[in-house]
């Protein structure tokens, strides 16, 4: 039975053709891509120098309208303005007061320059024509499309700021440049000056203008914004491959340990094999024929120093190897002496450079000196769930300030519902972010900040605030006060202990073998 035919493939005719629909779709999918849309990344300035920078270029843009707006004067470019003087300043200079904050709220910062823009070139256009007002226009226009940290928000501002002003452009175009005193001055083709119409030669040259301003303003912007982009994912990928490269180095070091512990499984074996067969034939013939007991002897002596000098070696080689420890923090092993860290070690934690958050350590004792109160492994608890909490912040946080602070009280208290009958010891860490997209963790850090605050029956408190941003604190109770009595002594060095409080060591000859072989 033959197949039935195919039916031709039916189309409405006013569906678009497919290679249309999808030429449509790739250009949108790479302008959205250009703009950054789906990035998962926010560009925030590096710290409040910046700002204040913002806030100087303000005051600049100030000075340099109300120095533009008299000297417009002066030309007579406000002759027909009949608002009061004072008035025409105070609107020129307040005109710029949204640029001091273009990079802290850069959508907002555009939308009240290009409001003050229109309202201006409605009521008092001699203002916006001015050469410092067009460069403000073109700065918060290009701030806004460099700066804005919601990409999809910017396309919308900038968008409609750019739409309305084309808007306004062509309104005041055909009304108040007149359209008819041109038609009326070049009323026939023989009047005209050019080759193209008056009217509409004017109106090419507006459209030109304004694209190159307008477009130039937001592809400079888009343009740093990717630049800023690529330079971020270039640091990450160098960080990433400086982790992989000690991430191979911490493996070479084990593999090369695994090694030398086989090595060392071997020499023990084959020595104290040939040991233990030549001391049991020493004593098989020591009554018989004490030459050949002495010839065992002798062999076993030459296989013990032997094994002992081998062992040195590869023990001595493991020692070699460091552990990753900090330079100056190591000993004569190479293995690392850095003490644990503690509470006293919470300033240089919040110092140090998180990627240019700006951070801030308070600490609050009540009574003054009760930090020294808290045992070490709760100040190394306390330690380490800053530390995760500020790597989180600067992994998962799109937050600009973060804050720690330390809590030490030696007094009864109930907080949140919990007693804490001898005081409490607690760390908090706050910030100003919101999370980032993109950027969910595997949630073990937190859940080890759990565990450590269940060690000490303690509480902890995680999640965002209702004013913003995140909290992440963990409170735990004191011990009871020690009588001053019973506070421990300072630690003495064994070599600097009188004799009668050292330890008893072995004595004699067979102390000094077993000294050579623990060596």
């Not at 030549?278 to 010839?295: F, G, K, N, S």
């Not at 930090?371 to 912040?393: C, F, H, I, K, W």
């Not at 109770?477 to 506070?487: D, G, I, M």
Request: glycine share 8%; proline share 7%; hydrophobic share 45%.
């Amino acid at each position: 039975m033959a197949d039935a035919p195919t039916p031709p493939e039916t189309r409405r005719p006013d569906a678009p053709r497919p290679d249309a629909t999808r030429l449509s779709a790739g250009f949108a999918g790479r302008a959205l891509d250009w703009f950054g849309v789906d990035a998962d990344w926010e560009r925030v300035p590096a710290g409040r120098d910046a700002y204040r920078k913002d806030l100087l270029l303000g005051v600049g843009f100030a000075v340099l309208a109300a120095v533009s707006i008299e000297l417009g004067r002066s030309m007579g470019l406000f002759d027909d303005v009949t608002e009061p003087l004072w008035l025409v300043y105070l609107l020129g200079v307040v005109s710029t007061v949204p640029l001091a904050w273009r990079r802290r709220h850069p959508l907002v910062s555009v939308v009240l320059v290009y409001g003050f823009f229109l309202g201006l070139g409605l009521t008092m256009p001699q203002i916006t024509v001015l050469m410092p007002m067009q460069v403000m226009y073109f700065v918060a226009l290009f701030t806004a499309v460099a700066w804005a940290r919601d990409r999809r928000a910017m396309l919308v501002v900038v968008g409609a700021c750019v739409l309305v002003m084309f808007t306004w452009v062509a309104w005041m175009f055909a009304v108040q440049q007149g359209i008819e005193t041109i038609l009326e001055e070049y009323p026939t083709r023989a009047d005209w000056p050019g080759l193209i119409e008056p009217y509409l030669a004017s109106s090419m040259y507006q459209l030109i203008v304004n694209i190159a301003f307008f477009g130039g303003a937001v592809v400079a912007g888009q343009m740093q914004w990717n630049a800023a982009w690529r330079r971020r994912q270039l640091s990450d990928q160098a960080v990433t491959i400086e982790k992989q490269a000690a991430a191979l180095t911490g493996q070479a070091i084990v593999a090369e340990r695994v090694r030398i512990a086989r090595e060392l499984h071997d020499v023990v074996a084959h020595h104290v094999s040939v040991i233990g067969i030549q001391a049991a034939a020493a004593r098989r013939v020591l009554d018989r024929d004490p030459a050949l007991a002495a010839e065992a002897l002798v062999t076993i002596e030459h296989e013990s120093r032997e094994g002992v000098a081998q062992m040195r070696n590869l023990v001595g080689t493991l020692r070699s190897v460091p552990d990753g420890g900090p330079a100056g923090q190591s000993g004569a092993d190479g293995a690392s002496r850095a003490p644990e860290p503690g509470l006293a070690d919470l300033p240089a934690l919040t110092a140090a450079d998180h990627d240019g958050l700006d951070t801030t350590f308070r600490q609050v004792e009540e009574p003054p000196g009760a930090v020294v109160d808290v045992p070490d492994p709760m100040g190394l608890s306390l330690y380490r769930t800053a530390q995760e909490a500020m790597a989180n912040v600067r992994k998962h946080s799109t937050a600009r300030s973060a804050t720690v602070t330390l809590r030490v009280v030696r007094e009864p208290a109930t907080l949140a519902g919990e007693q804490f009958a001898h005081g409490f010891a607690e760390v908090e860490v706050l910030d100003d972010g919101r999370p980032r997209r993109g950027t969910s963790g595997s949630g073990l850090g937190l859940l080890g900040i759990r565990e450590r605050a269940a060690t000490h029956q303690g509480v902890v408190e995680i999640g965002p605030r209702a004013t913003g941003g995140f909290r992440v604190r963990m409170r735990l109770p004191l011990p009871p006060a020690e009588p001053v009595t019973s506070r421990p002594q300072e630690r003495v060095p064994a070599e600097d202990r009188p004799a009668a409080d050292r330890p008893v060591g072995t004595t004699g000859a067979l102390s000094g073998a077993a000294a050579e072989t623990a060596r």
